[in-house]
């Protein structure tokens, strides 16, 4: 008896200390690769055409990072992002709700969302671009339409997963359909939705930020993409610090706000 | 179609009715037909079981009271009024775990007044005293994932009673727990009930559990069903926990296997058990 | 003060696809293809931009005729499979691993992540630079984009194992390769095809961006060129093109979904 007592909080303390030994190994290896970059770029064994020395890039963004274009370029790559992802929320979790109360439209029209998924809707770029003139518009359009997808996709497997008796539930106290979608529906089905807006959100960083690359004439993306073509190294590794910063920043963020939300699903 | 049933004939005004109902399901490969006819009186007060083999429509009964379900034939009534849909004085229990895991206990008591409008202050009165009732104090602001099965039920059972139903329907209410814990629970129901008095309509396939609680225990044929026979439950209440060693018990409990047997090798052949 | 006695329809799942139904959203779906080529020509009659659907596959049975499409068509679908490929021989067994073990899971979980999060088009300058204009790099690009999507899947499909599954391998003293191909794999197809079809689908897009970046040969270059000198039902007729091959992509990857599915 007294091993059955004891073996979970042994289970506990080990699995307390894994987390911060976990993270003590990640950041030597994140160190450790920066090191290693930064010996190999300064020896030569990589040439300084295809990456500077890390140190030199922080020394580059140092003298980035306040100018005025830098902020322009951020603040429109945010809103560009935002706007994106706001679209493909407000456009696909009631296209989710559709797809979960039509089931046969969802069986119908699955092949086409999925080839919609696989298809690199940049192609319709230069029509977007025609209509719409060279601004943010169609990036915001194609971003959207990745970010759309994924979301619009887990909400209807999320509204399918829940437990039938909560249907019945809501019926037998007579809740109305507001009730129903507010009190019900949507915490029921929101831990299991989340994974789908972190998908969508990442979706619209990646579409935004690809879009910028080959596209446009402003933003981070845009911006390491000129670099490259101007063969000024340096600054082109800058502009990719910043997009592998930005993003790591939001999938931090949004994993802080998953963690928040599933833990009362336990 | 007339609303009210005539006094004498039927029952009263205030009973729950069963007026030859039934259920007809129409599926892909053609029809079931669930519940064939029953008719019967919940009266004021009483605690009414039902049992019958597993797939014999017992759920399905209970839902058309619920207004969960619309019968193909005949109707339910309660207070005289016919069953449309669900109703604000009636409240159900279902097997299955049925709490909404995102809301505190205290939340989840409260749901069925919150959902009926009552303001805040009234309603969480009133699920206090039903979590101290079904001996959940203490718990109010914990979650479902950090209860026990038999927790949980009780959990459902409070948010049942808080909304101070005139019929209770509970579907298999202690199905998913273990002999202890159904038990335990029952005996507690019956002290809450001995309180409430309100109409009970609990459908069980424990047939000791079925004696312990009621006043009538209604055994229900295979399918398509009709209620084979009514038992009356004639042991004195309150009944204290030796009730189930008592002579009458067991003679009760006998009649009632007996006919259960013959209703289980319907449905699944000779020498099966009740489901 | 519904009085609704209806359940959403939604929750009821048939399992059996019954033939007739299947018939029939066939049908339906032809119907909605059917739809989205008249919305297409009616555009294309209100706009200049919009080229109409006969012309736009006129010009692509041309390309295909004159035999001019190929060399582009190889390009990308080459690209697309090598990188592919390169992305399963590496993402599928550092998900594997990294699903089995907690340590491999609390140390990298975090780092795949952020990787998944990046943009990983914004290193096609780099890939360029080491690999030189051509194939290499759109394949080198492809496997970058494909390998984050199916190592989280396979991760997932690891730790959504039923736990009692390695008990059982235990009690029949399976060896290592039978726990692995016998029961790990089978257990965890549904994940590894969401992977596979995640997978195919970034690496396909991201062949198509870089194609747009930089290329010698590719169907991205070629719908670019096509749209510089205004020969829209060129352009047109290659987004079908890449439609279709998204489309039979996934159609492929159902067809072997199903047959795993009949199988297990
Ligand atoms: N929605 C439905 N559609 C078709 N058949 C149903 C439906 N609900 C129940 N049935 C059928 O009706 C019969 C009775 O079901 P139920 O009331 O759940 O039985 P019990 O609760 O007594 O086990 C079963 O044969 C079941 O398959
Ligand atoms: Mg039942």
Redesign the interface.
């Given at each position: 008896m007294k091993v059955i007592e004891k073996s979970p909080t042994v289970q506990e303390r080990r699995k307390a200390a894994l987390v911060p030994r976990a993270s003590l190994v990640r950041w030597a290896i994140i160190v450790a690769i920066v090191a290693v970059l930064e010996f190999t770029t300064r020896t030569g064994m990589v040439s300084q055409s295809l990456m500077v020395p890390p140190s030199e890039i922080l020394i580059r963004l140092a003298e980035i990072v306040p100018t005025d274009r830098f902020g322009q370029d951020v603040a429109r790559t945010l809103t560009t992002i935002l706007v994106s992802f706001t679209i493909g929320l407000v456009l696909g979790v009631p296209l989710g709700i559709f797809l979960w109360r039509v089931p046969a439209a969802g069986r119908i029209l699955e092949p086409f969302i999925v080839t919609g998924y696989a298809m690199p809707t940049l192609l319709f770029y230069p029509v977007l671009l025609a209509v719409m003139g060279l601004n943010a518009g169609p990036i915001i359009v194609i971003a959207a339409s990745m970010s759309l997808i994924p979301i619009a996709l887990t909400t209807m497997v999320a509204l399918n997963a829940i437990k039938p008796i909560l249907h019945k539930l809501a019926n037998s106290v007579s809740a109305s359909p507001r009730q129903y979608y507010l009190k019900v529906l949507f915490p029921a089905a929101t831990p299991l939705i989340f994974p789908g807006v972190k998908l969508g959100f990442i979706y619209a960083v990646i579409g935004t930020v690809a879009m910028e690359f080959i596209l446009a004439s402003q933003g981070v993306g845009f911006r390491a993409g000129f670099y490259y073509r101007e063969l000024n190294t340096a600054d082109m590794w800058a502009y990719i610090a910043v997009v592998i910063v930005l993003s790591v920043l939001v999938n931090g963020v949004l994993t802080w706000l998953e963690k928040r939300i599933r833990r009362d699903m336990l | 179609m007339s609303q009210i049933f005539p006094i004498d004939t039927v029952g009263h005004d205030s009973d729950v009715v069963f007026d030859n109902i039934g259920m007809t399901f129409g599926t892909k490969t053609g029809v079931t037909q669930a519940v064939a006819n029953v008719s019967g009186v919940i009266p004021e007060g009483k605690f009414v079981s039902v049992i019958g083999p597993s797939g014999c429509g017992k759920s399905t009964l209970l839902d058309m009271v619920g207004g969960l379900l619309k019968p193909t034939k005949g109707t339910v009534s309660i207070n005289g009024e016919t069953v449309t849909g669900p109703r604000r004085d009636t409240a159900m229990v279902f097997q299955e775990d049925s709490t909404l895991h995102w809301r505190t206990v205290l939340d989840n008591v409260a749901f069925g007044l919150e959902v009926k409008g009552v303001p805040k202050a009234d309603r969480y009165e009133s699920a206090r005293r039903m979590i101290e009732l079904v001996g959940l104090s203490g718990f109010e602001d914990h979650r479902p994932g950090q209860l026990s099965g038999g927790m949980k039920q009780r959990v459902a059972i409070a948010r049942a009673l808080a909304m101070e139903p005139r019929v209770l329907l509970m579907d298999e209410p202690f199905g998913a727990l273990d002999q202890q814990t159904r038990q335990f629970i029952g005996r507690e129901l019956l002290r809450i009930w001995e309180k409430t008095r309100n109409r009970v309509l609990f459908i069980t396939h424990d047939i000791q559990e079925a004696v312990y609680l009621s006043d009538e225990v209604w055994v229900m044929s295979a399918r398509p069903s009709v209620v084979k026979e009514v038992v009356t439950i004639d042991l004195p209440r309150p009944r204290p926990e030796g009730t189930h060693t008592l002579p009458r018990f067991r003679e009760l409990e006998d009649h009632l296997w007996e006919l259960v047997k013959v209703e289980a090798e319907k449905t699944l052949g000779p020498g099966a058990r009740l489901a | 003060?519904?009085?609704?006695?209806t359940?959403?329809?939604?929750?009821?799942?048939?399992q059996s696809a019954?033939r007739a139904r299947v018939i029939r959203?066939n049908v339906?779906?032809a119907a909605?293809l059917v739809a989205l080529v008249l919305l297409w020509a009616l555009l294309s009659t209100m706009s200049d931009?919009?080229a109409s659907p006969a012309d736009s596959l006129n010009a692509l049975a041309e390309r295909f005729a004159d035999g001019s499409i190929y060399r582009h068509l190889n390009a990308t679908l080459q690209a697309v499979v090598i990188g592919f490929l390169i992305a399963a021989a590496v993402g599928f067994p550092l998900g594997y691993a990294i699903g089995r073990s907690?340590?491999l899971g609390?140390?990298?979980d975090?780092?795949v992540?952020?990787a998944?999060?990046?943009?990983?088009?914004?290193?096609?300058?780099?890939l360029?630079?080491?690999f030189g204009v051509g194939v290499g790099a759109q394949s080198a690009m492809a496997a970058l984009a494909a390998v984050f999507p199916i190592m989280v899947s396979t991760t997932a499909g690891v730790r959504a194992i039923n736990p009692l599954l390695p008990k059982l391998a235990r009690s029949l003293s399976l060896s290592p390769l039978q726990t692995v191909t016998k029961i790990y794999i089978p257990a965890m197809a549904p994940s590894l095809m969401v992977g596979i079809?995640i997978g195919?689908?970034i690496a396909?897009?991201n062949v198509?961006?870089a194609e747009?970046?930089a290329a010698r040969a590719g169907l991205?270059l070629l719908?670019l060129r096509a749209?510089g000198m205004l020969d829209l039902p060129t352009?047109y007729g290659?987004?079908v093109l890449?439609?279709a091959i998204?489309?039979a992509?996934?159609?492929v990857l159902w067809a072997i979904e199903r047959r795993l599915g009949n199988k297990l």
């Open positions: - | - | 003060m519904s009085t609704d006695v359940i959403p329809s939604g929750i009821i799942t048939q019954d959203d339906w779906r909605v931009l919009v907690k340590f609390a140390v990298f975090p780092l992540a952020g998944f999060a990046i943009p990983r088009v914004i290193f096609f300058p780099i360029l630079q080491i079809r195919f689908s396909f897009i198509i961006i747009f970046f991205g719908a749209y352009m290659i987004i890449l439609a998204a489309l992509g996934n159609l």
